[in-house]
T-cell receptor, first 113, second 106 residues
């Protein structure tokens, strides 16, 4: 399997809801990433996990909580989001070396009402 | 500070014309340099990376360390090249340029 899988494809949530985004890869990659992408803008790095440990947190608000249960899975838990958090959330994976190619999932389109 | 600049937000050319998408970067150390492409309704994917020195879909990119540039070029643009292109230096910091939307008209 050479793809990064993200679920769900679309998510609509209220500001008081709790939801989770899921990401899965079976390429043996030991680095996994969360990005946020607004329309017609580049991806903005949120978190990096290396060997299931959080290695980079780009000063993301605590209403976003990442989790890496094992080397193949990455979750992003969402709670008390704001409408401005509406965006496409991308997961990516790659080799442990940050200079290596990243493989992106199709993204989850999140709408916060 | 780490910075990457893609000066053209939109580049429109006719089919068969040459195309050059510019990328300039300011980055401490020696980053690895990538071009990623995002076709309409498709996932972001690697187009090419400097270290492999490949030509993918007719595109090449030349690293100029003196000018700190990594421009993407193709001699004859095709309609299917229409997409969003991002320059991305990667090292201790992962950053993407603002992107250039390439539109190839018939």
């Amino acid at each position: 399997d050479t793809e990064v899988i993200q679920t769900p494809k679309h998510l609509v949530m209220g500001m008081t809801n709790k939801k989770s985004l899921k990401c899965e890869q079976h390429m043996g990659h030991r680095a996994m990433y969360w990005y946020k992408q607004k329309a017609k803008k580049p991806p903005e790095l949120m978190f990096v996990y290396s060997y299931e440990k959080l290695s980079i947190n780009e000063s993301v608000p605590s209403r976003f909580s990442p989790e890496c249960p094992n080397s193949s899975l990455l979750n992003l838990h969402l709670h008390a989001l704001q409408p401005e958090d509406s965006a496409l959330y991308l997961c990516a994976s790659g080799q442990i070396d940050l200079t290596d190619t990243q493989y992106f999932g199709p993204g989850t389109r999140l709408t916060v009402l | 500070a780490q910075r990457v600049t893609q000066p053209e937000k939109l580049l429109s050319v006719f089919k068969g014309a040459p195309v050059e998408l510019k990328c300039n970067y300011s980055y401490s150390g020696s980053p690895e340099l990538f071009w990623y492409v995002q076709y309409s309704r498709q996932r972001l994917q690697l187009l090419l990376r400097h270290i492999s020195r490949e030509s993918i879909k007719g595109f090449t990119a030349d690293l100029n360390k003196g000018e700190t540039s990594f421009h993407l070029k193709k001699p004859f643009a095709q309609e299917e090249d229409s997409a969003m292109y991002y320059c991305a230096p990667q090292g201790g910091k992962l950053i993407f340029g603002q992107g250039t939307e390439l539109s190839v008209k018939p």
